[in-house]
């Protein structure tokens, strides 16, 4: 008989949501730029190490962090919290974000080496349905994040492919919004790229050869095991444009005939030997 668990840690019941933890061992700090106010989230180091490569550098490696208390710049406390949720498998919906949140966790994914969460954002943005409302918002943050190629491609694609498709929607963007150089400009370029997106083709598909039910159709193509047609017209090799018609396949023989007068004269060949006559 096994012994029984008796750590059943809930990283986010035990360690997250407990406020002040007195197991935390370090601290990340935030500077509010407009009213110089100090705020801090506390975290573990073993945890974050635990999620990502580069907190185990920090906090482990050969060159590790002597503080345990760290400046954050490069991110507002409000989606550096989002990010350490996300890191104690505490749940997120990535649907509930603005697409400025989404660009800004992105970013923090992407210093940290998380692929599969850069991956979760992607699929989020190119899956979401773009309405005019949001359209110059998300052709901004797509600009601001320019360095982020992925999230920034993902998020120009639904903007410039839903102009393309509404075109209406760019001429109440310019009768709503106000003309400026912050939003004239992100317009144009978004309008611009629009412009350059392949249109979905609406023509119809190409009909497959009624002989040998292929698109392109194989005409003097060579029969093969996987393109035969049982009653598909073909030609032997170097026996003129005589027209036969196949009756079944077995191994590499092929049983064919020639028409006439409604009977058939049957013959067998190798399949090598048989060419398609489509035309």
Not at 119 to 135: F, G, H, L, N, Y
């Amino acid at each position: 008989m096994a012994a029984p668990n008796i750590q059943t840690i809930d990283l986010v019941a035990t360690l997250r949501d407990i406020s002040p933890n007195p197991t935390s061992d370090v601290s990340f700090t935030f500077v509010d730029q407009s009213t110089g106010k100090t705020s801090q989230l506390a975290a573990h180091k073993l945890v974050l190490a635990c999620g990502s490569t580069v907190f185990m550098a920090q906090f482990y490696g050969s060159t590790k962090e002597k503080e345990d208390s760290i400046h954050v710049e490069d991110s507002s406390m409000t989606t550096f919290k989002v990010f350490l949720d996300i890191l104690y498998n505490k749940k997120v919906l990535l649907k509930s974000m603005d697409y400025q949140l989404l660009g800004e966790l992105f970013y923090l994914a992407d210093k940290h080496l998380l692929d599969p969460l850069k991956d979760a954002i992607v699929q989020e943005v190119s899956t979401r349905k773009m309405v005019t409302e949001e359209v110059l918002e998300g052709a901004k943050v797509a600009e601001t994040h320019a360095h982020l190629p992925k999230f920034s491609e993902a998020l120009f694609e639904i903007c410039s492919s839903f102009l393309k498709d509404n075109p209406e929607s760019a001429l109440e963007m310019c009768d709503n919004e106000e003309v400026s150089e912050e939003n004239s400009l992100p317009l144009h370029r978004l309008m611009a790229r629009a412009n350059r997106t392949k249109q979905k083709s609406t023509a119809p598909p190409a009909p497959i050869c009624s002989n040998c039910k292929h698109d392109p159709c194989l005409h003097g193509e060579q029969l093969t095991a996987d393109n035969f047609v049982e009653g598909s017209s073909v030609c032997v090799y170097g026996y003129g444009l005589l027209v036969y018609k196949t009756v079944k396949l077995e191994g590499s023989k092929v049983t064919f005939g020639h028409i006439k007068a409604n009977l058939y004269f049957p013959y067998q060949a190798h399949i090598a030997m048989l060419k398609f006559c489509c035309k």
